[in-house]
């Protein structure tokens, strides 16, 4: 079982640029899809992006394509998601997540992280 811990949140300005991480414990981190998933007030919790187990495919909602990358360093356990250019509307807390299949990571992964918080200032 792969628990995530988000960390690297915080209050940036529009156009500001952030990184977000997320330290996956288990052993089988390695051989799992990872994501990461958004929720706006008042909002229904969204898809942002996910990288497969080798971290060669990954995939984006439209929101967010050009702007933010995510990427997974096996060394470390780290799954990471670059976010440039941001703007108010991606205020939101950010939750990384996990699960054994690629379909299911983009829609309703098994495994979640708690979540935290990105403010975007404009």
């Known amino acids: 079982q792969v628990q995530p811990v988000e960390s690297g949140g915080g209050l940036v300005q529009a156009g500001d640029s952030l990184r977000l991480s997320c330290a996956a414990s288990g052993r089988t981190f390695i051989r799992v899809p990872m994501g990461w998933f958004r929720q706006a007030p008042g909002k229904d919790r969204e898809f942002v992006a996910a990288v497969t187990a080798s971290g060669t495919i990954t995939a984006y909602a439209d929101s967010v394509k050009g702007r933010f990358t995510i990427s997974r360093d096996k060394a470390t356990n780290t799954v990471y998601l670059q976010m440039n250019s941001l703007k108010p509307e991606d205020t939101a807390v950010y939750y990384c997540?996990?699960?054994?299949?690629?379909?299911?990571?983009?829609?309703?992964?098994?495994?979640w992280g708690q979540g935290t918080q990105v403010t975007v200032s404009s």
């Open positions: 997540a996990s699960d054994t299949f690629w379909d299911r990571v983009r829609v309703a992964p098994q495994s």
